[in-house]
């Protein structure tokens, strides 16, 4: 037996002179300490730490990982000693001497004949293969957002036409007349529709910190679909089969995999056509569900021949593409925990692309908005009393804030810059209930609502305050400075609605 073990350990050791990063056998003991059963001698180079001092405790290796990988990787091992299955994950390391690492690891559950169940793992060093994909992904969503600008620009010229010829029917209208009511709903369905697309196209270029959640498939995948199909003649015909469980993923990053797929579809159709997507529950030999969807066009096909190389980066079967989209889709998919396959079509012609995506497990919740955009508390029975400071650079917002404020029964004072409205401010008592301050993020001159926030917070500790900006696709950059001010945020354009929500009332 000692014999055997000494070979084995050999040929450890001489598969990790070829094999880049560093294999690890890991066990617990009875008292659920961890240790290393064997590691390779590259640990320095990866983790900062020698081998000697792995091998006699393994925490040594936590010693530079970044906190919140720490965190996650010890929750996430938690969950996988419990349900042994294989473990992929990525984290970064603060290496003394190569700064800021990223790292994968990839592992097994082992069963070992003295300890019981363990681990066989690898772990590399993917800070330029990340960079590379980094990279890629962003030429990808250029490319993307270049394909679809026409039509985005055609649905804008459309709403702006709609928006033009009512605003001109309402100027001569008899505001007594019951057609005019109509004209000014339909003037607000049209900047909603308009709101709608500006905000996907943000979502969708913005490069944000990977956030899995539970996704409702059905209806994320159907508003997916009708915005990579805007402004172009391709129809989208739709097909769910029994009950789908929410998808558990990244939204932006499955945005775009669902949007290059469905160009690559509309590319592959000439720009008309049908795009045939099926959605339904699909079960495996892993843990839980998947959800499935299916992605068939109309057009030329694959063949046979390009099948296994149109993941590829940069290849393409057509002269003008970029050889990225499918590539990326590939990559994405495999960093959500995802596959994608080519299939045999359902029609006689066309391809079929089959994305298989991990299920949320026992919830059938939706997305929801986070809780740092719904309100703090409720401001008492009615607006009456109540003062509201706007600050925005822009007259005509302030202009229209303060007639719907005012028509609400808010008190409502406008300022141009945050020192205007800071002179103002010596007037009111610091224990003052009922004050609002209603301010735009940044403003053209002088200081804007992320600079008084915080100061305002801690001289009006009851009151409300509401940050508003046209850069929605800053809130990430934005969000812990507003989390720790106790601040409500608003992406413009908003509904006046949307804006009493936040404060506390239904009108």
Do not use: C
Not at 162 to 181: F, M, N, Q
Not at 197 to 205: E, G, K, M
Not at 469 to 478: I, K, T, V
Request: no cysteine; net charge negative; glycine share 10%.
């Amino acid at each position: 037996m000692e014999g055997a073990l000494r070979a084995l350990e050999a040929r450890w050791r001489a598969v990790s002179r070829v094999v880049p990063g560093v294999l690890y056998q890991l066990s617990r003991r009875a008292d659920g300490s961890e240790y290393l059963r064997w590691v390779s001698g590259d640990v320095e180079m990866l983790f900062g730490v020698t081998a000697e001092e792995a091998r006699a405790e393994s925490s040594a290796l936590h010693r530079h990982i970044e906190p919140a990988s720490l965190a996650r990787l010890a929750k996430e091992g938690e969950a996988y000693w419990s349900n042994p299955r294989e473990w992929r994950t990525g984290f970064r390391v603060l290496h003394p001497e190569r700064g800021v690492r990223e790292l994968e690891l990839r592992a097994i559950p082992e069963l070992f004949l003295d300890e019981g169940l363990g681990w066989t793992g690898h772990v590399r060093d993917v800070t330029e293969v990340r960079h590379s994909e980094a990279q890629r992904l962003e030429e990808s969503r250029r490319d993307a957002v270049a394909r679809m600008a026409g039509g985005v620009a055609h649905e804008f010229n459309n709403h702006l036409a709609a928006l033009l010829g009512t605003a001109e029917l309402l100027v001569g209208a008899d505001p007594y007349d019951p057609d005019t009511r109509g004209l000014a709903r339909a003037l607000v369905r049209d900047i909603e529709d308009a709101r709608t697309i500006a905000r996907q196209l943000l979502a969708f270029t913005r490069e944000q910190p990977m956030q899995v959640e539970a996704l409702d498939a059905v209806s994320f995948v159907r508003e997916v679909i009708i915005f990579a199909l805007r402004g172009s003649a391709v129809r989208g015909a739709w097909t769910v089969t029994g009950d789908v469980p929410p998808i558990l993923a990244d939204r932006n990053l499955l945005q775009q995999v669902l949007v290059n797929v469905i160009l690559n579809a509309r590319q592959a159709m000439g720009e008309q056509g049908v795009v045939q997507v099926t959605l339904q529950a699909e079960s495996w030999n892993g843990p839980g569900e998947r959800v499935m969807v299916s992605v068939e066009d109309d057009g030329p096909g694959i063949a046979l021949e390009d099948r296994e190389r149109i993941f590829e980066p940069y290849w393409s079967t057509r002269p003008e593409g970029s050889g990225l989209g499918l590539h990326v889709v590939h990559t994405l998919l495999d960093r959500l925990g995802g596959e994608i396959h080519v299939r045999p079509p359902l029609q006689l012609r066309g391809a079929r692309f089959e994305l298989l995506l991990p299920a949320a497990q026992g919830t059938s919740s939706v997305h929801s908005r986070s809780a740092d955009w719904d309100t703090l508390h409720g401001m008492g029975t009615g607006p009456g009393g109540t003062l509201v400071h706007v600050l925005d650079d822009d007259p005509r917002q302030r202009r229209v804030l303060e007639r719907l404020l005012g028509r609400a029964g808010f008190s409502v004072r406008t300022h141009a810059t945050g020192e205007e409205m800071m002179d103002v401010l010596p007037l009111l008592g610091s224990d003052e209930p009922t004050i609002v301050f209603l301010m735009d993020v940044v403003v053209a001159s002088g200081s804007g609502g992320l600079e008084l926030a915080t100061g305002l917070r801690d001289r009006f500790p009851n009151a409300r305050i509401v940050l508003m900006s046209g850069y929605a696709n800053r809130w990430p950059e934005w969000r812990e400075h507003l989390r720790a001010a106790q601040v409500s945020f608003l992406p413009k354009p908003f509904r006046f609605k949307e804006l009493m929500r936040i404060l506390g009332y239904s009108g």
